[in-house]
Structure formats: C-alpha cells, structure tokens
C-alpha cells in the first residue's frame, strides 16, 4: 500500500528537517526507502502523572504529521514501563501502586485521542497499553526471550546507569527499563507491523535497543527517530509554569489561561522554533512571522499566533476566545464586565490571590500590600502619588481610596494592578 503523496514519499522527512525534528535517526536514506509505502509507527508515554505535559506534545504531534502524511500512528501508553520508571540522573524514583498508574495510564490515554485520527481509515491510529503482554510475561520468559539479547556492558555505558552507578547506585527494577521498553518494540512490530519508532532524544538508547531486540528476534530491520527536547533559548527548562510546576494538558491542573499566558510570554529567540515544532502553521506563514518579529518585535504578532494556536489545540477554540478576552481585560484592553466569574477566577487564580472578609473595605494602600504589589505602606503610597496603581483597570490616585460594593466584580472581585504589568487578585467575601 503505497503513502498518500506517492510523488513525494520522502515529503514528511523533507519537512520533519525543516521543523527541526529530526535529532537522531538510524539510516536515514533507509528509512526513506521505508517511508515508500504505508508505514505503522508508535511513541510510547509512561504515566508518571495523571496528564500530559506541554513538553509530550513534541513526540505526539510527530505522531500527527506522520498521519498527516499517510502514516499509520500508534499511541502506547506505558502501563507496564509506567510502574517501573525510566533511570534518571537524580535518584530513584517513587515507586507507584499499580492502581495509581492504572488510573493515570486510563486519563493519559483520553487525552492521547484528542491528538491524532482514530478513524477507521487505514490510517486510523491505534491505542494500546503495554500492561497487556508484559503482564502476562513470566519471569523465566523474560530472562530467555529478552534477556538474553542483552550485554551487561552495553547497559551499564548508558550515560544515566553510569552516572547513578557513580553515586547513590541503581536498582535492578529500574536497570531493567530498557529491556521492557525493547519488547515493546518487538510486540508492536509482530502485531502491526511497526517499523519505525519515535521519542525524544534522551530516549535514543532505549529505543536503539528495541531495534536491535527486534533484529535479533525477529530477523527483521527496523527504524529509530528521536525529536529535541525542548529547551528555552535563556537555559531555564520549557513547560515550568511560572509557579514552578508542570505545564499539563489537563486543564483542572493547568489552567487554559495559565496554557495561553506561557506561550504568549515566548521569547523571540525561542518563538519561531517553538511555530515549527508546536504548530502546523506552513513554511511560509511562519516565514512571515520570522519577518515580523525580526522587523517590528515589540508587535510580538509570533507570540500571539503562537499562544492562539497551542491553546486551540489543547483546549479547544473557544476556551481560546475566552482567555484572548480574559487577557486583554486584564490589562485594561477589554472590559473586565465582559467576563464571567469563572474565567476572571481561573484568571485571577495564576496571580497571587488576596483575601478579605465580607464587608471589608480596605484601602489601596493596603490592597498592593495585601497582594504582594508593593512590599510595605511606604512602597505602597508612592506607587500611588506616582499614578501606578489601578483597580479594575482605574487608576487610583488617593491613598484613603476604598471599594465600595459597586466596584466588586460579581459581587466579590478586585482586579489590582501595579503599573502596566504587575497584576493581583482580591477576594472579599
């Protein structure tokens, strides 16, 4: 069965280098040749956690263009290797109960469908959970049919089994990942005829040991690609809200506003990479962006089509719209009437949050202390002889200003703001 583009088979290698996704790949002149007809490929996501993070979308929308271009995805969600956990630099991790995982391998699966096509083409992607054979592996089974495949030496050299062997030591639960991530391999080629495997760079040796789990046992050649890891251009590490946390897929987690002011906030050295990698905007609207930036940065039109697009795509169209209004209100480019309770909450709620009881009336002075915006009455009071300080987008210039109850939001709210970006919630009540 021959691709959708039969005149370009090599197209989706031609664009993965343009986007910038091709870190490491076995032959890649094989892997064209391959890329001749249908191919099935699969990504693997362990449930580490009840959701997806941002820095998943990189392997799972390669997933998707590889869809896009005639190819038959599959989506493993790691039940198995999820309750086992890949050897990091940092220790050994927390061991999970088997519920927990269940339970995090379930949500992650539903929000694996919201990215690719399960239709019942013959491009329709597959879910599957690797729990469903390794389970039912037994212990003699693996030592004599993946086992046995395997060099102790070439385990031991990978660089995060080095570096633990050097410090606080591994144990043969988590040394035994790469084994169990290398069957799956094999299962998924007996099963579908899988062929090729994606994942981010840091999974390259666990990946290159399924291919040669499957040579070895199968007798057959297959394929290994990785995507970068993303990084911001300033050092710091991409999806770390500004909380600190994850930025999760969930929206009961992460907040589709919190999801939006991220991406808007790209910086320019990182925003185009991020269109490529992020988006499936075509190469000449992204050129125009690149443009744009470069000539008239402070217009910071990438960012917003950025932020527009990631937003849609992980919450949907009109929570899109909804924290577009949100955004702009908040900063006095919109009317903050014109957003329900629930949007200027979630809003709020990714800003430091101040609380007063029912019936308060404090006074500016003590609502920038309150909020953090200031950090003392001193501060405070000169923030508003300078004309710097703001309650629902009003400048206050008297610091015995109180709110009355028709300044209250919904009956509740305060927006407090310290010059142009500095941005407070209150609560009263």
């Given at each position: 069965?021959?691709?959708?583009?039969?005149?370009?088979?090599?197209?989706?290698?031609?664009?993965?280098?343009?986007?910038?996704?091709?870190?490491?790949?076995?032959?890649?002149?094989?892997?064209?040749?391959?890329?001749?007809?249908?191919?099935t490929l699969y990504a693997g996501f362990d449930p580490t956690a009840p959701s997806l993070h941002a820095g998943h979308l990189v392997p799972l929308l390669t997933l998707r263009r590889f869809q896009r271009a005639g190819h038959r995805p599959i989506v493993l969600a790691g039940g198995a290797t999820g309750m086992i956990g890949d050897p990091r630099d940092v220790g050994e991790r927390v061991m999970q109960t088997a519920e927990t995982v269940?339970?995090?391998?379930?949500?992650?699966?539903?929000?694996?469908?919201?990215?690719?096509?399960?239709?019942?083409?013959?491009?329709?992607?597959?879910?599957?959970?690797?729990?469903?054979?390794?389970?039912?592996?037994?212990?003699?089974?693996?030592?004599?049919?993946?086992?046995?495949?395997?060099?102790?030496?070439?385990?031991?050299?990978?660089?995060?089994?080095?570096?633990?062997?050097?410090?606080?030591?591994?144990?043969?639960?988590?040394?035994?990942?790469?084994?169990?991530?290398?069957?799956?391999?094999?299962?998924?080629?007996?099963?579908?005829?899988?062929?090729?495997?994606?994942?981010?760079?840091?999974?390259?040796?666990?990946?290159?040991?399924?291919?040669?789990?499957?040579?070895?046992?199968?007798?057959?050649?297959?394929?290994?690609?990785?995507?970068?890891?993303?990084?911001?251009?300033?050092?710091?590490?991409?999806?770390?809200?500004?909380?600190?946390?994850?930025?999760?897929?969930?929206?009961?987690?992460?907040?589709?506003?919190?999801?939006?002011?991220?991406?808007?906030?790209?910086?320019?050295?990182?925003?185009?990479?991020?269109?490529?990698?992020?988006?499936?905007?075509?190469?000449?609207?992204?050129?125009?962006?690149?443009?744009?930036?470069?000539?008239?940065?402070?217009?910071?039109?990438?960012?917003?089509?950025?932020?527009?697009?990631?937003?849609?795509?992980?919450?949907?169209?009109?929570?899109?719209?909804?924290?577009q209004v949100a955004s702009q209100a908040l900063f006095g480019r919109a009317e903050l009437t014109d957003l329900d309770e629930g949007t200027l909450a979630a809003a709020l709620s990714e800003t430091t949050v101040a609380q007063f009881d029912a019936g308060s009336t404090p006074t500016i002075v003590e609502l920038l202390v309150a909020t953090g915006l200031s950090e003392s009455n001193k501060a405070a009071r000169r923030t508003v002889g300078?004309?710097?300080?703001?309650?629902?987008?009003?400048?206050?210039?008297?610091?015995?200003?109180?709110?009355?109850?028709?300044?209250?939001?919904?009956?509740?709210?305060?927006?407090?703001?310290?010059?142009?970006?500095?941005?407070?919630?209150?609560?009263?009540?």
């Amino acid at each position: 069965m021959t691709v959708a583009n039969p005149d370009q088979p090599t197209a989706i290698l031609d664009e993965l280098t343009w986007r910038g996704l091709i870190a490491q790949s076995t032959d890649i002149d094989e892997l064209g040749k391959v890329l001749l007809d249908r191919t099935t490929l699969y990504a693997g996501f362990d449930p580490t956690a009840p959701s997806l993070h941002a820095g998943h979308l990189v392997p799972l929308l390669t997933l998707r263009r590889f869809q896009r271009a005639g190819h038959r995805p599959i989506v493993l969600a790691g039940g198995a290797t999820g309750m086992i956990g890949d050897p990091r630099d940092v220790g050994e991790r927390v061991m999970q109960t088997a519920e927990t995982v269940a339970d995090s391998a379930e949500k992650i699966r539903l929000q694996l469908e919201r990215f690719v096509d399960f239709d019942s083409s013959p491009t329709g992607a597959v879910v599957v959970n690797n729990l469903d054979w390794t389970s039912k592996l037994s212990v003699i089974d693996f030592l004599r049919d993946v086992g046995k495949h395997f060099s102790v030496n070439t385990m031991l050299a990978r660089d995060t089994v080095r570096r633990r062997l050097e410090s606080d030591g591994i144990s043969y639960t988590e040394f035994s990942y790469m084994l169990l991530q290398a069957n799956d391999y094999v299962q998924l080629h007996r099963e579908y005829g899988c062929s090729l495997q994606i994942g981010g760079s840091d999974q390259w040796g666990n990946i290159i040991a399924g291919v040669d789990l499957t040579r070895r046992v199968a007798g057959d050649s297959v394929h290994a690609m990785t995507v970068p890891l993303v990084t911001a251009a300033d050092g710091k590490k991409f999806g770390k809200s500004t909380g600190g946390g994850s930025l999760w897929l969930d929206p009961e987690r992460t907040t589709p506003y919190a999801w939006y002011q991220y991406f808007l906030n790209t910086a320019d050295a990182d925003v185009i990479r991020y269109l490529k990698w992020f988006t499936f905007l075509g190469r000449d609207e992204i050129d125009e962006l690149e443009r744009v930036t470069a000539e008239t940065p402070h217009l910071r039109e990438a960012q917003r089509r950025l932020a527009a697009e990631m937003t849609t795509l992980v919450h949907g169209e009109s929570n899109t719209e909804a924290v577009q209004v949100a955004s702009q209100a908040l900063f006095g480019r919109a009317e903050l009437t014109d957003l329900d309770e629930g949007t200027l909450a979630a809003a709020l709620s990714e800003t430091t949050v101040a609380q007063f009881d029912a019936g308060s009336t404090p006074t500016i002075v003590e609502l920038l202390v309150a909020t953090g915006l200031s950090e003392s009455n001193k501060a405070a009071r000169r923030t508003v002889g300078e004309g710097g300080a703001y309650v629902n987008n009003q400048k206050v210039t008297a610091e015995d200003w109180q709110p009355t109850t028709a300044d209250l939001l919904h009956g509740a709210w305060l927006v407090v703001r310290r010059g142009k970006k500095n941005l407070a919630g209150v609560q009263i009540g």
